[in-house]
């Protein structure tokens, strides 16, 4: 049996990142800096991933023990929760509501467009390049 569907396009991005965690905002976020149109794509209704969903938010540490050796966004969203840089290879818990609110606060400010409750599941290829992203949501 061979089943077929015509989709219409629904939008055109330069970039569509699939997971909404961490990673996702990051890569996200980098992308929309340098001019590209982002579409981020989050199969939950939040930002932040796993430890967002478990309301178990830790930053892992951001430094070697003596010097504070992280730069970009991940110190971005270190220096937006107001956290203190004590150098001593310890994990920062943070509240994951005000997590969530700077994960939301860097990708709108970078104008990403976020689509929650969606998820990728299919992709059409054309020499070995992503054409067209299928989405549920």
């Known amino acids: 049996m061979n089943y077929q569907k015509t989709l219409k396009v629904y939008d055109k991005a330069d970039i569509v990142v699939s997971g909404g965690g961490p990673s996702g905002v990051?890569?996200?976020?980098?992308?929309?800096?340098?001019?590209?149109?982002?579409?981020?794509?989050?199969?939950?209704?939040?930002?932040?991933?796993?430890?967002?969903?478990?309301?178990?938010?830790?930053?892992?540490?951001?430094?070697?023990?003596?010097?504070?050796?992280?730069?970009?966004?991940?110190?971005?969203?270190?220096?937006?929760?107001?956290?203190e840089n004590k150098a001593k290879r310890e994990w920062y818990n943070v509240r994951y509501e005000e997590l969530k609110r700077v994960y939301d606060e860097i990708v709108l400010k970078a104008g990403v467009e976020v689509m929650f409750y969606t998820r990728i599941v299919d992709a059409v290829c054309e020499n070995n390049t992503v054409r067209y992203a299928i989405v549920s949501g």
């Open 26 to 83: 990051a890569a996200a976020v980098a992308a929309a800096r340098q001019g590209k149109r982002v579409i981020l794509l989050e199969q939950s209704g939040t930002l932040g991933g796993a430890s967002i969903l478990a309301m178990v938010a830790e930053l892992m540490n951001f430094d070697d023990g003596i010097n504070f050796i992280t730069n970009g966004i991940g110190k971005e969203i270190f220096e937006k929760l107001k956290l």
